[in-house]
């Protein structure tokens, strides 16, 4: 079965600085996706961005990245520039990548404050 | 127009009421799913649904009954509804193998 940790379950940040959210994953499946999930108070689930496991190279989405580390099965994303409108629970996300259909293993969370 | 919709997204209703949740999606899309979320924010998923077929069911009571008249629509019935129902449930949509589409989710508050 395939879990997703959150360690950090709340961090603040001021505005226009930089802060990275971190997330690990297990699984012993070799393909699949990540993602990074908003909800802020409007509770609609957002997609930040996403990351195939096969791909190398780290996704950028204007402000976010992510930190991908295949071995290490870590998943960090990073918001520069945080503005307040950042302010949400931030889910990270696994999925495998098969031919059928498989549901999202979602972490347990990070809520984020940015502060003017 | 709106991908993935839900009715209603407040829901209010007393203990051992029966009631449904409805969820439509006009993306095209084959998968659909409802998950849970939790009064800690816990995101769980409870039944998949693909082409009208039932694929996944979770850990989930048999009070809860997915209906999926075509592959647009994928509706959430309770019955006999319990405190520890209350949550926010979400409908989503992917086409196959791919990224979720999520509904505004539906309240649901059982007193």
């Known amino acids: 079965a395939q879990t997703v940790t959150q360690s950090q379950p709340e961090m603040s940040v001021q505005e226009a600085e930089t802060v990275t959210l971190s997330c690990t994953y297990d699984?012993?499946?070799?393909?699949?996706?990540l993602f990074w999930y908003k909800q802020p108070p409007s509770r609609q689930m957002i997609l930040v961005i996403r990351q195939e496991a096969y791909k190398q190279q780290n996704a950028t989405e204007n402000r976010f990245s992510v930190n991908f580390q295949k071995a290490a099965k870590s998943f960090s994303l990073k918001i520069s520039d945080s503005q307040l409108g950042d302010t949400a629970m931030y889910f990270c996300?696994?999925?495998?990548?098969?031919?059928?259909?498989?549901?999202?293993?979602f972490g347990k969370g990070t809520r984020l404050s940015v502060i003017a | 127009d709106t991908a993935v919709s839900q009715t209603p997204k407040y829901l209010v209703t007393q203990m051992g009421n029966d009631k449904s949740i409805k969820c439509e999606q006009n993306l095209g899309h084959d998968t659909m799913y409802w998950y849970k979320q939790d009064s800690k924010k816990f995101l769980k998923i409870m039944f998949s649904?693909?082409?009208?077929?039932?694929?996944i069911n979770e850990t989930v009571p048999n009070r809860f009954s997915p209906k999926s008249p075509d592959k647009a629509h994928l509706n959430l019935h309770i019955n006999s509804l319990e405190l520890g129902d209350s949550a926010v449930y979400f409908c989503?949509?992917?086409?196959?193998?791919?990224?979720?589409?999520f509904g505004p989710g539906t309240r649901l508050t059982v007193t």
């Open positions: 996300a696994f999925m495998i990548l098969n031919s059928g259909n498989t549901p999202l293993v």
């Open positions: 649904y693909n082409n009208k077929e039932l694929i």
């Open positions: 989503a949509s992917s086409p196959q193998g791919d990224e979720q589409y």
């Open positions: 699984t012993s499946e070799s393909n699949y996706y």
